[in-house]
């Protein structure tokens, strides 16, 4: 398990640095909201930023790819849970995905920024 945490680590530190590149702050990482973990919660200008960091090593696409409506709609959840604890409106926070894809040697293919991604609902 120790290796898996170690990739989701690097994983993270990658898109926290280009989301900070593209002027976003970092305010809180792996931050737990009941059973859900949400990776990065940042903020953009004057919205909260819920991030869920996929890394996978392998052919391009597979970290993106590993996403899917279930996550999608748990990292909902979390976000309103926490918007809840701390006084926030729910109007003013989104979800966004970093996939990060790593060569077999470790280094970062490409990184790929997913802002505002929608929820599926469950129908």
């Known amino acids: ?7 989701g680590d690097f994983g ?27 990776d990065l919660v940042m903020r953009d200008r ?3 930023v819920f991030v869920e960091v996929r890394t996978r090593r ?3 696409g597979l970290a993106a790819e590993s996403v ?15 918007c809840e604890q701390h006084g926030i409106g729910l109007e003013a926070a989104r979800i966004d995905v970093v996939a990060v894809d790593l060569d077999g040697r470790g280094v970062a ?5 997913f802002r505002g991604v929608e929820v599926p609902s469950d129908d």
């Open 1 to 7: 398990m120790t290796a898996r945490r170690d990739l």
């Open 12 to 38: 993270e530190r990658i898109a926290a640095h280009r989301l900070e590149s593209q002027g976003m702050t970092v305010l809180e990482r792996n931050v737990r909201v009941g059973r859900i973990e949400i």
């Open 46 to 48: 004057d919205e909260m």
């Open 58 to 60: 392998g052919a391009p």
């Open 68 to 82: 899917d409506a279930a996550k999608l709609r748990r990292m909902w959840e979390a976000a309103a849970g926490y």
């Open 109 to 113: 293919r490409s990184v790929e920024h």
